[in-house]
């Protein structure tokens, strides 16, 4: 079993930066895919970015540019460094582990964190 944890989230301004941190205990995780999603209100879970285990990343279109997924695997605990954030950034953000299939699907992820809240005032 793994446990995930997250950070990190808050208030901001448009064209601010914040930084999620996941912190994973039960077990490595450096050998899983690993993934950040995010749900706003009315609106199903979305991709965000995921990286694989070996440091391969991917983003959505909506992020790509702006936010950057990283892993610490001494630390055990996965980052996502969100810049230039925008109003519609505003979500519940999400860390997933143990991908196991195509790592822009929910479905494809064993163990999620609680969230954590992101808000991007105008």
């Known amino acids: 079993q793994v446990q995930l944890v997250e950070s990190g989230g808050g208030l901001v301004q448009a064209g601010d930066s914040l930084r999620l941190s996941c912190a994973a205990s039960?077990?490595?995780?450096?050998?899983?895919?690993m993934g950040w999603f995010r749900q706003a209100p009315g609106n199903e879970r979305e991709f965000v970015a995921a990286?694989?285990?070996?440091?391969?990343?991917y983003y959505s279109n909506s992020v790509k540019d702006r936010f950057t997924i990283s892993r610490d695997n001494a630390k055990n605990t996965l980052y996502l460094q969100m810049n230039s954030l925008k109003p519609e950034d505003t979500a519940v953000y999400y860390c997933?582990?143990?991908?196991?299939?195509?790592?822009?699907?929910?479905?494809?992820?064993?163990?999620w964190g609680q969230g954590t809240q992101v808000t991007v005032s105008s």
């Open positions: 039960g077990r490595a995780v450096s050998s899983d895919g």
């Open positions: 997933a582990a143990d991908s196991r299939g195509q790592y822009f699907r929910p479905a494809s992820y064993s163990y």
């Open positions: 990286v694989t285990w070996s440091g391969g990343a």
